[in-house]
C-alpha cells in the first residue's frame, strides 16, 4: 500500500512485531532458571515489498518464527555423557560401600586370622593349660563371626540392589511413557503448523533424566521420535512406549522387554552399575571369602585329626565342615566344638605334648584358597576391591568434569542471559516508542489531509 | 563467543572439590594415618595387612618365648639344687668310708642319706604351674614313684618324647629334657647310685665304689644340664632379634601407611584458602546484572 495509509500500516507492523519481541523476551526472563530451558530468538525479516510504478516499496518488518536455540549434537553428547557418569557415580557408591566391610588393616578378617594363630603359638609351650584352650576356640568363635558378617552384609547389599532394580525399571517406564505423552503433543502442534519449541525442551528434559537411569539413543523418525537402549531394545517410537518388565530368576530380578531378557545387556546409567554390582563384584568377592572361610576350615580340621586331645581320643573336627565346592562357607562358618580338651595338641598320646600345634600352625603358610596363604588371599581381596573403588572414583571424578563442560557448552548455546535480554528489551523499547511516534506524526498528518478540503472551502 | 550465563553450577562444583580436599586432609592429620580406606593406596593397603600379620607373629613368638623362659630357668635352677644335694652326698660318702666312724655316726649318715634320697625324688618330680617338667610329654601324671622292688628304688613312669616351641621363622626351640634321661640313664643312674650308696654304708662295705659311682652320675648330670643353660641363651638371643625386628615392622607401618603431616597441613590450609576464594566468587558472581541498572 501507499500512502499515508500503508505508512500507518508499516507502523502498526513493527508495533505488534516489538510488542511479541518483548513477550519473549519476558518468557526468556521468566524461565531463566528453567532447568533444560532453551532461549527463543525472534526471527524477524523485512515484509515482500510490493511494485509501484518502477519503484519497489518495502511493507514493513514480518515475524517469521520463534526459534529456540539448542545443539542438537551437543543434547545427544550430553545424553551419553549423563548415562556414563551415572554409571560411574553409583558403581562407585556401591564400591565404597563393599569398601567399608575391609576397611582397616589391623582388625576385621585379616586380623582375626592373625590372632587365631597367635593363640596356637602361646598354646604350644602349655600345651594342657585349659584356659589357653580356651582362648583357641574363642579366637575361632572370633573369625567365625567376622566371616559371617561379612558375608551377610554382601547379602543385604545385593538384596537392596535387586530392589533398585525394580525401582529403576518402574522409574523408566515411568519416563517413557511420559516421553510418548508429549511426543503426541509435539507431532499434533507440528501439524497444526504451530512451533513445539517448550514441548521439546520437555521432552529433552525427560529423556536426559532416562539416560541417568539406562543409556540411550534417540532417533528423529517420521513418527517423532524412536528411544533405544544401547543394543537396540526400543523403549519409545513415536507416541508409543514399550514398558520393562521384572522378573525374579535365580534369586536376582531380571529385566524384560517382551520375552526378551535384557539384564546383561545394559551398557551405561545407574541400572547398568547396579546390575554389574549384583552380578558381578558382589558374587566374585563373595567367591573369594567363601574360598578363604573353605580352605580354612578345611585345612584346621583335618590337620586336627591327625592329632589326640586332652582324653586320649584322636581328634575331631573344629569347625562344622563347609558345604561342598566352599559355596556359602563363609556364612556357614561355625566352632563346632566348645570343649576345650577336643583341641588335638599331642602327637604322641600324653596330654604334655604339643606336637600336633606344628600340623594346626602349617595351615598359616600351606596354599589353601586360589593359591594364597590365608593371609596373602585376604590380602589380595582387600587390594581387588581397593584398587576397583579407587579406579572408578578416577573415571567419576573425570567424568564429572566432561559433563560439567558439556552443561558449560549448552548454556553457552542455550542459556538466557539477563544482560542480554536487558539490552533486547531496550532497544525492543525504544523500536516501539520510535514506531509509536510514527503513528502519531502520520495520525496528525492524516488529520491535516482530512482538513484540507474544508480550509479550501471555507477560503 | 558467548559464554555461559549461569557460571553457580561450575562454582558450586569447585567449592565442593576443595571442601572435599579439606576433610581429607583434617582426616589424615587427626587419624596420623595417610592411608584410612583400600582406595587411598590399595597396594599400601594390601602390605599393611600382611605388615599387621607378622607384626602379630612376632610379638606371639616374643610371647611364647618369655613363657619358655620360665620353665627352662625352673628346670635349671632344680638342677642345680640337685647337684648341690649330690655333693652333699660324696662327702657323706667319703666320711662314712674313711672307717674312723662309730657305728651311731655311721647310722646317722645313713639317716643323712636317706634324706637326701627322699630330697632328689622330689626334685625330679618338680613342677612348673602344676605340670611335672621332668617327664618327658607326660606331664599331668608324676613321673618318678618310688618303688620298693625296683633296684634305684623308684620307677619312671613318664615317657621320653620332647616338645619343641617355635622361636622364630623356621626356628624350633627344645624345651625340655625326660627325667629317664636326666636322672635314670643306664650306667648314670643317680637314683641307683644313692640307693647303692645307702646299702654300702649300711652294710660298711663297698662305700668306695659306691661314691665313685654317685660321682660319675653326678657329673653325667651337669654336662646334661648345659641343654639347659644353651637353651635359655639361645631364648635370649631369639629375644634380641625379635625385638630389633618388631622395631622395624612398626617403622614399616609408619612408612606404608603413615601420615605426613607437614604436607597434610599444607593441604589443609591450601584447600581453606581454596574455599574461601570461591566462596568470595560465588557471592561477588550473583550481584549485578544489566536489568539493575536500567532505571
Do not use: C, W
Amino acid at each position: 500500500m501507499s500512502g499515508l495509509f500503508g505508512t500507518l500500516s508499516i507502523a502498526l507492523s513493527s508495533l505488534s512485531v516489538s510488542q511479541e519481541e518483548m513477550a519473549i523476551t519476558g518468557n526468556n526472563v521468566a524461565n531463566a532458571n528453567t532447568p533444560g530451558y532453551s532461549r527463543q530468538v525472534a526471527d524477524t525479516a523485512a515484509g515482500d515489498p510490493i511494485a509501484i510504478g518502477s519503484i519497489s516499496a518495502g511493507t514493513g518488518v514480518v515475524l517469521q518464527k520463534i526459534e529456540s536455540l539448542r545443539d542438537p549434537i551437543l543434547e545427544i553428547q550430553l545424553n551419553q555423557a549423563t548415562a556414563q557418569n551415572s554409571q560411574l557415580n553409583t558403581a562407585l557408591g556401591q564400591l565404597q560401600q563393599l569398601q567399608t566391610q575391609f576397611g582397616s588393616s589391623t582388625s576385621g578378617i585379616g586380623a582375626d586370622i592373625s590372632d587365631f594363630f597367635n593363640t596356637l603359638q602361646q598354646l604350644s609351650p602349655d600345651p594342657s593349660n585349659l584356659q589357653l584352650r580356651q582362648s583357641v576356640l574363642t579366637a575361632a568363635g572370633n573369625l567365625a563371626t567376622d566371616f559371617n558378617t561379612a558375608a551377610n552384609n554382601l547379602q543385604t547389599q545385593r538384596g537392596n540392589l535387586d530392589l533398585n532394580v525394580v525401582q529403576s525399571v518402574s522409574a523408566v517406564n515411568t519416563l517413557t511413557s511420559q516421553i510418548a505423552g508429549v511426543d503426541q503433543q509435539i507431532e499434533s502442534l507440528k501439524n497444526a503448523g504451530d512451533d513445539p519449541s517448550t514441548l521439546v525442551d520437555t521432552q529433552t528434559n525427560l529423556i536426559r533424566q532416562l539416560s541417568a537411569l539406562v543409556n540411550v539413543s534417540v532417533v528423529p523418525t517420521d513418527q517423532g521420535i524412536s528411544v533405544t537402549t544401547g543394543n537396540g531394545t526400543t523403549l519409545v517410537s513415536g507416541s508409543q512406549s514399550f514398558a520393562l518388565t521384572t522378573e525374579s530368576s535365580a534369586g536376582a530380578q531380571h529385566i524384560f522387554s517382551g520375552s526378551h531378557d535384557i539384564t546383561g545387556t545394559l551398557t551405561g546409567g545407574s541400572l547398568a552399575a547396579v546390575i554389574q554390582t549384583r552380578d558381578q563384584e558382589i558374587p566374585s568377592l563373595g567367591n573369594s571369602l567363601d574360598q578363604l572361610a573353605a580352605g580354612l576350615a578345611n585345612g584346621l580340621n583335618s590337620a586336627n585329626t591327625t592329632g589326640t586331645d586332652l582324653n586320649g581320643a584322636p581328634g575331631g573336627n573344629i569347625f562344622a565342615p563347609p558345604p561342598p565346592g566352599g559355596v556359602g562357607a563363609a556364612a556357614a562358618l561355625q566352632v563346632s566344638i566348645t570343649d576345650p580338651a577336643l583341641i588335638a595338641a599331642s602327637s604322641d598320646g600324653s596330654s604334655g605334648s604339643n606336637g600336633n600345634l606344628a600340623a594346626l600352625a602349617a595351615v598359616a603358610t600351606t596354599p589353601l584358597a586360589n593359591g594364597q596363604t590365608p593371609i596373602a588371599s585376604y590380602s589380595s581381596l582387600v587390594f581387588q576391591i581397593g584398587n576397583a573403588t579407587s579406579n572408578t572414583s578416577a573415571d567419576a571424578d573425570s567424568s564429572n568434569l566432561i559433563l560439567q563442560q558439556l552443561q558449560d557448552q549448552r548454556g553457552s548455546v542455550s542459556g538466557v542471559s539477563l544482560d542480554q535480554e536487558a539490552s533486547n528489551l531496550i532497544q525492543y523499547q525504544t523500536a516501539y516508542q520510535a514506531a509509536a511516534r510514527v503513528v502519531s506524526a502520520v495520525d496528525s498528518l492524516l488529520a491535516d489531509a482530512v482538513n484540507l478540503g474544508i480550509d479550501a472551502a471555507q477560503q | 563467543m558467548r559464554v555461559n550465563p549461569n557460571p553457580i553450577p561450575d562454582l558450586l562444583a569447585a567449592l565442593n572439590q576443595s571442601q572435599l580436599e579439606t576433610q581429607q586432609a583434617s582426616l589424615e592429620i587427626s587419624s596420623g594415618r595417610s592411608v584410612n580406606q583400600p582406595s587411598d593406596n590399595p597396594t599400601a593397603f594390601a602390605e599393611l595387612v600382611e605388615n599387621n600379620d607378622q607384626a602379630t607373629i612376632n610379638n606371639g613368638y616374643l610371647q611364647s618365648i618369655g613363657t619358655v623362659q620360665g620353665q627352662l630357668s625352673t628346670a635349671d635352677s632344680t638342677l642345680s639344687s640337685v647337684t648341690s644335694a649330690l655333693q652333699q652326698a660324696l662327702s657323706l660318702g667319703v666320711e662314712a668310708a674313711s672307717g674312723t666312724l662309730s657305728a651311731s655316726n655311721q647310722a646317722a649318715i645313713t639317716v643323712q642319706l636317706q634324706g637326701i634320697q627322699t630330697q632328689l625324688v622330689s626334685e625330679a618330680n618338680t613342677t612348673y604351674e602344676g605340670h611335672y617338667i621332668f617327664a618327658g610329654t607326660a606331664t599331668n601324671t608324676t613321673p618318678f614313684v618310688v618303688d620298693n622292688t625296683a633296684p634305684s628304688g623308684v620307677r619312671y613312669v613318664g615317657n621320653t618324647d620332647i616338645n619343641q616351641v617355635s622361636a622364630g621363622s623356621g626356628y624350633k626351640l627344645s624345651v625340655n629334657l625326660p627325667g629317664s634321661q636326666l636322672f635314670s640313664a643306664t650306667g648314670n643312674d643317680v637314683f641307683l647310685a644313692i640307693n647303692n650308696l645307702i646299702a654300702a654304708v649300711q652294710s660298711n662295705s663297698g662305700i668306695g665304689a659306691a661314691v665313685n659311682a654317685v660321682s660319675t652320675a653326678s657329673s653325667y648330670l651337669s654336662a646334661q644340664r648345659v641343654f639347659y643353660g644353651n637353651a635359655i641363651d639361645q631364648a635370649q638371643s631369639q629375644t634380641t632379634y625379635l625385638t630389633a625386628a618388631q622395631l622395624q615392622i612398626t617403622q614399616q607401618q609408619s612408612a606404608l601407611g603413615g601420615a605426613d603431616i607437614a604436607l597434610a597441613a599444607t593441604n589443609l590450609t591450601q584447600s581453606e584458602t581454596d574455599t574461601q576464594a570461591t566462596l568470595a566468587a560465588i557471592s561477588k558472581m550473583t550481584q549485578d546484572n544489566l536489568f539493575d541498572y536500567l532505571k
